[in-house]
């Protein structure tokens, strides 16, 4: 999902009032943009409490960096690449120091008492059960190939802005994805097959 030509002059607009120190501006990038950072924190680091500290340390680096920006790509994507290397560097941390980690949310099945759309029972607990599955196996993959996958899948980039992101060309994009679907697909079999 691309962004509207408008709204990216509007983020260059108010990237370029942060610069100058306006708050209000500051606000208004946040709000419009959270959802994007905490959902893509969210989905590489698992759902925990340092999503929302990474995500505060993402603005920080926004308002931090403003005076210095130039809309030289576009700004989600410049954003993205502030969240990729936070996210990179809190997934390193967590490896050094894996005791630091409480994910209350780690096995944890979460089931539907209502079901809206009228599935028995048994349908939305094997739905549910694929869901905590996929999720499992997107947390699996290398950091680099989550990164891209959440990208591409969730947050609906393109190839050539997932490459400005992480840093890499357009064939590198296509193999990393590559490699991570089949690991996706080889993790998943199970419910393939079935």
């Not at 899948?153 to 994805?177: F, P």
Request: no cysteine; proline share 4%; net charge negative.
């Amino acid at each position: 999902m691309s962004e509207p030509p408008s709204q990216e002059l509007d983020d260059a607009a108010l990237m370029a009032e942060v610069g100058r120190g306006d708050t209000a501006a500051f606000q208004r990038l946040v709000e419009r943009h959270q959802a994007l950072v905490i959902g893509t924190v969210g989905r590489m680091l698992g759902n925990n409490s340092d999503v929302e500290d990474v995500a505060q340390q993402v603005f920080i680096r926004v308002w931090k960096s403003a005076p210095r920006y130039r809309p030289e790509a576009k700004f989600t994507t410049w954003l993205l690449t502030i969240t990729r290397n936070l996210v990179f560097n809190e997934a390193r941390r967590r490896k050094r120091h894996p005791g630091d980690l409480l994910d209350v949310h780690e096995g944890e099945e979460t089931v539907a008492l209502a079901d809206s759309i009228g599935r028995k029972p048994d349908e939305q607990l094997l739905e549910d059960e694929l869901q905590l599955a996929v999720e499992a196996a997107i947390r699996a993959l290398p950091e680099k190939q989550r990164m891209a996958v959440i990208l591409r899948r969730y947050e609906e980039k393109s190839y050539e802005e997932i490459g400005q992101i992480l840093d890499l060309s357009l064939a590198a994009v296509k193999s990393l994805l590559f490699r991570a679907r089949t690991e996706l697909r080889i993790a998943l079999s199970r419910y393939l097959e079935g």
